[in-house]
């Protein structure tokens, strides 16, 4: 990869703020003058798009098992490595992703329910490229919830009051090991109104951009 280039990740529960940090992100950096790709996870191709459906579809005779849906994501997320962000990284670009590998250690970990394992899981991400940074919105389930209802969308599989409490306890936990595959990782607290976030995640993002502008730094592939 170029050392103009810059890889962020967005993790957290669902109604975290993901979407919205990254798209503030976005529109910063591309007002400083860089190019941006937004995607996310599960992506747009083939695999993603099967995943959606899954995520949305709760009927116990079409409901994949979790390692099943563990295994499409660490597909997903090699296809979309190649399609979408090893392209965009080698042309010097940004590209800022909701969820990534940390995803998969915190939902399909809980999703599994002792069936799958950390070790299992990294390794069968290792094709994935590793970001520069990863960060996680931290925010009470009680404001993620709030912010679910709010959409007015019918609920997905892990949008529910139980599920999203040990999904946060899980990521907090990924997040305190910090395994290597996450790249640089930084907790925020996301309990706060979206421009005090995004005044927080810039100032990390800009901290590093200029640790990759260091002699000898670069992204890792």
Request: charged share 25%; with cysteine.
């Amino acid at each position: 990869m170029t050392p103009q280039s810059l890889f962020i990740v967005f993790e957290g529960t669902d109604g975290s703020g993901t979407t919205t940090q990254g798209d503030l992100l976005s529109s910063a950096l591309r007002h400083a003058g860089r190019t941006v790709v937004r995607t996310a996870q599960p992506s747009d191709g083939e695999i993603g798009r099967l995943l959606r459906q899954t995520l949305r579809d709760h009927r116990s005779d079409h409901r994949l098992d979790p390692v099943s849906v563990a295994l499409l994501f660490a597909a997903d997320r090699v296809d979309h490595c190649e399609r979408v962000i090893r392209p965009a990284l080698l042309h010097g670009n940004t590209v800022i992703c909701d969820r990534y590998v940390g995803s998969s250690l915190a939902f399909q970990v809980v999703d599994g329910g002792g069936a799958i394992d950390a070790d299992w899981l990294l390794a069968i991400n290792r094709a994935a490229l590793v970001p520069d940074i990863s960060i996680l919105l931290d925010v009470p389930v009680v404001t993620a919830l709030t912010r679910i209802q709010r959409r007015g969308k019918p609920r997905e599989r892990f949008e529910y009051e139980e599920t999203l409490q040990r999904v946060q306890t899980r990521y907090r936990e990924v997040f305190a090991a910090a395994p290597a595959q996450l790249g640089k990782t930084v907790i925020l607290d996301a309990n706060r109104p979206r421009e005090a976030i995004a005044y927080d995640v810039l100032g990390t993002v800009m901290q590093v951009l200029a640790d990759k502008g260091k002699p000898g730094r670069g992204i890792e592939a």
